[in-house]
């Protein structure tokens, strides 16, 4: 599986963004799909998940509220929006993939990752 993530930009505190990663491959519904970011000088951190059929989502509390995220299995692609931007989300957005249509809140529990795109949230 190959994943292409894009959308990403500079945006002012309060601003949005759609992030999106596209999948190669025709059995995309079998995997479970997490965002991922990492700032400057920190480690990766989990961000949000959904399972497979798009029935399930998890989220860091820091963006419950905020972001969402959401699939469409008929174009093996899946979306992270981002509302109500601040500062601190300021990252390298990764997507990445987990075979077993569940997902994981733990970065070394997936199978195939994304280039990143960058956000920026200017105050």
Known sequence: VQLQASGGGLVQAGGSLRLSCAASGRTFSMYGMGWFRQAPGKEREFV??????????????????????????????????????????TAIYYC????????????????YWGQGTQVTVSS
Not at 73 to 78: F, R
Not at 96 to 111: C, E, I
Request: proline share 3%; glycine share 12%; no cysteine.
């Open 48 to 89: 949000a998940a959904i399972s497979g059929n798009g029935g399930s989502t998890y989220y860091v509390d820091s963006v419950k509220g905020r972001f969402a995220i959401s699939r469409d299995n008929a174009k093996s692609t899946v979306y992270l929006q981002m509302n109500s931007l601040k500062p601190e989300d």
């Open 96 to 111: 990445a993939a987990k075979y077993g249509s569940h997902w994981s809140l733990n970065p070394g529990g997936y199978d």
